[in-house]
């Protein structure tokens, strides 16, 4: 894709469009260590959400309604490695959009709706832990895997709306120049998009997980005090330290996507510069890495994840009945 001058030209995205953009100059190699690093986080995005993906529903003992959360959250991360990454990557390391105006708007309207839905599987995790914590006896009869999967669907509807609806607000302003691909926003719809896109989530999933990690942390003191004395622990005891350890793995997962999302919203707000677009864009691909660290928590804090994956890799079992 990038045309040959002298290096004293401007290289144009499209140079027979008088208003097309500039193209960024780069040297050979910088192209191929470029292409080949995004192509590898792509792919190892999608090897591993693919993996969480296939364990969850192949195995039918992981259907549970924090698992169906998971999977929904696995499924949003994979899209955003196998679409949103191969795309953001060619615009970034051309600064050019090559694929027309209504692709684009396809790839604004994707981005919007798969990070809008791994934040709202988020918020209903927070919720799903914080009736398991501290609701036990209502878990049963109040979290079902069908309201679950309906919940799920609900989700995915709304962020699809909440997605068309910004890119349509925002696609009838004019680009700077052609070969452009951005939401050309307003300062009003970027102060409603961090309330409802960031800081309303974030204030229920760190106000849930207070409270889930303080009668966690009760529970897991009265639990380890009656092991101290010698007595027998009852199976609600033991499901409720167990219920107390996911709920810990998955605050690890809320605090690792919150480090990758606070830094880039703080820049939202922040007037551009040529400085401060680069540093955007660091943000930025901090947000779409975050998608692949997600599946390596659960490699590390669940047992039942790298034990179906020595499966999944073993041909010979996957093929088996669950």
């Known amino acids: 894709m990038a045309y040959e001058t002298e290096d004293h030209e401007t290289q144009y995205c499209f140079p027979a469009i008088n208003s097309s953009c500039i193209k ?3 040297s050979t190699y910088e192209y191929i260590i470029m292409y080949v690093f995004f192509s590898l986080l792509s792919v190892w995005t999608v090897f591993l959400n693919l993996l969480v993906i296939i364990s969850i529903s192949h195995f039918k003992k992981l259907h549970t309604p924090t698992n169906m959360l998971i999977l929904s959250l696995a499924v949003a991360d994979l899209l955003i490695g196998l679409i949103v990454m191969p795309l953001e990557a060619i615009r970034l390391i051309e600064m050019c ?3 027309g105006d209504t692709i684009c708007r396809l790839f604004l309207i994707f981005l919007e709706l798969f990070l809008s839905t791994s934040l709202s599987n988020l918020v209903l995790i927070a919720v799903d832990r914080y009736v398991a914590v501290c609701l036990p006896l209502l878990y049963p009869q109040k979290i079902t895997m069908t309201r679950t999967i309906i919940i799920i669907c609900v989700s995915w509807f709304c962020s699809s709306v909440y997605a068309i609806s910004i890119v ?3 696609s009838q302003r004019k680009y700077t ?5 951005t939401i050309m926003t307003t ?5 409603i998009d961090l309330f409802l896109s960031f800081l309303l989530p974030c204030i229920v999933i760190i106000t849930l997980y207070l409270r889930i990690f303080y009668v966690a942390h009760q529970q897991v003191k ?3 005090s009656l092991m101290r004395s010698g007595k027998h622990l009852t199976e609600g005891s033991v499901r409720r330290k ?3 350890k996911a709920a810990l793995t998955l605050g690890i997962i809320v605090t690792v996507y919150l480090f990758c999302w606070i830094p880039y919203y703080s820049l939202t707000l922040t007037p551009i510069t040529r400085m401060i677009s680069v540093i955007a864009y660091f943000m930025l691909w901090m947000l779409y890495i975050n998608s692949g660290l997600n599946p390596l928590i659960y490699a590390i804090f669940y047992p039942w994840f790298r034990t179906s994956v020595k499966h999944i890799l073993n041909l010979s079992k996957i093929f088996k009945t669950a």
């Not at 120049?177 to 691909?181: A, H, K, L, T």
């Not at 300062?187 to 102060?191: G, K, N, R, T, Y």
């Open 24 to 26: 960024t100059k780069r």
């Open 97 to 99: 959009w090559y694929f």
């Open 168 to 170: 349509i607000t925002t």
């Open 177 to 181: 120049c052609y070969g452009e691909c």
């Open 187 to 191: 300062f009003a719809l970027i102060i």
């Open 222 to 224: 009265v639990i380890n």
């Open 242 to 244: 167990s219920e107390s």
